[in-house]
Structures are given as structure tokens and as C-alpha cells.
């Protein structure tokens, strides 16, 4: 099945602590995307990446590291700089030669909350 | 003002009403236009993508786009209880270079 997979579910993060959140894609698709979607808040973009170890920033990235190693893999982790981190985290992709244009297909989500 | 607005709801309904969605934007350089659907809990797909302005249908579902008025619906027609969902309004610039979502409408049909 081709798809998104995002893990683990459900993260719980302690005051201080780095956290990953892991997001993997068999769908060939170059373009990969991290959201953050608060309680009645529309999508916000954190990271994108439109080709291997290359990303850009989004519009709320402090906080924020991403990597782009593989085509396939675009994990993000949630510094101890982010102050604010309780919320559900998405995954996307899409083929990349049109830009935002594109669509975007997203992964289940990952839930963060902060004990 | 914000580049998008979209009403939250939440918008009530019984089965087999037609439903109107609705989303206004300030940015007269959005061309692209989509709606979204998100169960609860999950990740968000796709259901309808327009460019520039006129309608397009897919079953059940018909969005419309008015660039003159800056105004996009979706419409759903017979209504059914797996329609209750959040639904996302999202549009893009001519250059594809910026995203920009709705805080998303949830709707709930009940039997």
C-alpha cells in the first residue's frame, strides 16, 4: 500500500527534552511538509523540504529541526526551545515540480503532549 | 484582516439536507483552491481541487469559486452521516509558493 506513516501516535514529552517525531512515505514523492494544527486553528507549516538534504523554513520553525537524508524520510524534532509544543503534528507530501501547487497528501498525524 | 476566514461551526444537520461550506479571502493573487476533509483524529485528504473561478462537481460534492467576490463554498447534497467531519478550505498564490488553510468548519449529520 502506498501511503504515509507517521510514529509514534502519541508522544509524551518531560520539560526540557528533545523529542522525533518520524514521518516515512513510499509514494516517490519529492516534496516532503510538517503542520502543526492547534484546537481550532487552521494548518500551520513548520518545515518543508522539495529535494534530499535540502529544507526551508515555514512560517512558525522556531523550535523546530528537520532533516532530509533519504527521499523517503523527513523526521522532525521538537527542541526544548519550543514552549509551546502540545499539539497535533502532520506529516505531508507531494510531487514537488509545481510548488505549493501541488497536493498534498498527509500522514495520520502524531499527537505531542507535554507531561 | 486574516487571508483566510472560515466560519468554525459547528454546523448541525439532518441527514439528507444540502450543506453549504463556505471561506472568504483578502489575497486576489490566490488561484488554486481546495477543500479538504479531516476525520477526527486523523490526517487530512483531499476532496476537491479548483483553479481560478466556476464550479466543479464530483458526486455528491460541488465546489464553486467566485474570484470577483473572493468566495469559495462547497456544497455537499444528501447528506449522510459519514460526511461529519472538519472541513479545511486551503488556497495557493499564482507562483505556488505559499499554502494558506482555514481554521476548518465541523460539520455534524445526524440519522
Known amino acids: 500500500d502506498g501511503g504515509i506513516t507517521q510514529s509514534p501516535k502519541y508522544l509524551f514529552r518531560k520539560e526540557g527534552q528533545n523529542v522525533t517525531l518520524s514521518c516515512e512515505q513510499n509514494?516517490?514523492?519529492?516534496?516532503m511538509y510538517w503542520y502543526r494544527q492547534d484546537p481550532g486553528q487552521g494548518l500551520r507549516l513548520i518545515y518543508y523540504?522539495?529535494?534530499?538534504?535540502?529544507?526551508q523554513k515555514g512560517d512558525i520553525a522556531e523550535g523546530y529541526s528537520v532533516s532530509r537524508e533519504k527521499k523517503e524520510s523527513f523526521p522532525l524534532t521538537v527542541t526544548s526551545a519550543q514552549k509551546n509544543p502540545t499539539a497535533f503534528y502532520l506529516c505531508?507530501?507531494?510531487?514537488?515540480?509545481?510548488?505549493?501547487?501541488?497536493?498534498?497528501?498527509f500522514g495520520p498525524g502524531t499527537r505531542l503532549l507535554v507531561l | 484582516q486574516k487571508e483566510v476566514e472560515q466560519d468554525p461551526g459547528p454546523l448541525s444537520v439532518p441527514e439528507g439536507a444540502i450543506v453549504s461550506l463556505n471561506c472568504t479571502y483578502s489575497?486576489?493573487?490566490?488561484?488554486?483552491f481546495m477543500w479538504y476533509r479531516q476525520y477526527s483524529r486523523k490526517g487530512p485528504e483531499l476532496l476537491m481541487y479548483?483553479?481560478?473561478?466556476g464550479n466543479k462537481e464530483d458526486g455528491r460534492f460541488t465546489a464553486q469559486v467566485d474570484k470577483s467576490s473572493k468566495y469559495i463554498s462547497l456544497f455537499i447534497r444528501d447528506s449522510q452521516p459519514s460526511d461529519s467531519a472538519t472541513y479545511l478550505c486551503?488556497?495557493?498564490?499564482?507562483?505556488?509558493?505559499?499554502?494558506?488553510f482555514g481554521k476548518g468548519t465541523t460539520l455534524s449529520v445526524s440519522s
Open positions: 505531508a507530501s507531494s510531487i514537488s515540480t509545481g510548488g505549493m501547487k501541488e497536493t498534498q497528501y
Open positions: 509514494l516517490n514523492h519529492d516534496a
Open positions: 523540504s522539495q529535494i534530499v538534504n535540502d529544507f
Open positions: 489575497n486576489s493573487a490566490f488561484q488554486y
Open positions: 479548483t483553479y481560478s473561478s
Open positions: 486551503a488556497m495557493v498564490n499564482q507562483a505556488g509558493t505559499a499554502l494558506i
